[in-house]
């Protein structure tokens, strides 16, 4: 399960093969911390005031960061996490819902007129795209921790894109 190899042909059934997908990652939306610390704080409350248990507060902590990303990628036309494709000519921004897999693409960036930033941040990595031919960005983050099963498809993604830095 999101085996790299395994990625590149789920996200080469949705692009195609005109170009092919030499590297393939899930990347999350890059969250909002002013929005997430916000939604947590509040569900966090309210499930102490209605049930005075501080493990309802946790569950309800982590609904409330889980609904905030979702609500965040919506309304940007995206999804909380998503399979970035890069080809030779393109990065691509596919959907991504697990145990399914991608279904269409949201996004494509030109790697030629794209700026890529990419920071780290503990076993994360935050990467910026910035299209300056379309003015499209998109600021994502992955893993790199040995642990996750997404990381190695993700360093190949980062080491493809930090050839454009």
Known sequence: MNDPSELIGKATAIVGTEE????????????????????????AGLSNA????????GVGGAAAVHATRSALAASKGLTGRMLV????ERIR??????????SKELLSFDR??????????GLSRHVELHDSAT????????????FVSESKGDKAV???????R
């Open 20 to 43: 092919p997908v030499i590297a393939a990652g899930i990347f999350g939306l890059k969250d909002d911390y002013v929005a997430v610390g916000l939604g947590t704080a509040a569900a």
């Open 50 to 57: 209605i049930l005075d248990n501080p493990l309802a507060s």
């Open 85 to 88: 494709a890069v080809t030779p």
């Open 93 to 102: 921004v596919l959907d991504w819902e697990t145990g399914s897999g991608p």
């Open 112 to 121: 030629s007129s794209t700026d890529v930033k990419i920071n780290k941040f």
């Open 135 to 146: 003015g499209h960005s998109l600021a994502l983050s992955g893993s790199t921790a040995p």
């Open 158 to 164: 980062l080491k493809e894109l930090a050839v454009l």
